[in-house]
């Protein structure tokens, strides 16, 4: 199941890996992720348009991760190699993005600390999934 050169398996399984990751990250961290980012109780629950948005935007993610990883060749792509592309793309470009907005957006470091976190354990764990199933 494969089209120019990209498993969408990997890439449906590397988005819900990030998906239910984000579930668990938000659920166990919703308290003082809704105070670093002064919402009052209510305001930050998921409304269906925003779990929609979610998710095609985790499908984005993981695509755009399986390309970067095919990148790496013939033979390349394995568990170890997933993991670490995964990590330089979150430290290059999404720790980077979400620390400069938040910044100034005038929100405190606990609120980058929790949603960089959040995008870690998600891009490692697409670029996971996608190492193992292959490109």
Known sequence: MSFAGINYLAVILAAVAGFAI????YTLLGTPWMKAARLEKGQGRPLPGLLATSAIALLVMAWVLAGVI???????????????????LWLG????????????????????????????????????VIGAIGV
Do not use: C, K
């Open 70 to 88: 095919g990148h790496l060749g013939p033979g390349q792509v394995t568990i170890w190699n997933g993991i670490v592309s995964a990590f330089f």
């Open 93 to 128: 470009l999404v720790a980077t993005t979400v620390t400069v907005n938040q910044r100034y957006q005038g929100f405190g470091w606990e609120l980058t600390l929790i949603d960089a976190g959040h995008w870690l354990l998600a891009i490692v764990a697409m670029g996971a």
């Open 22 to 25: 984000g579930a668990g990250w």
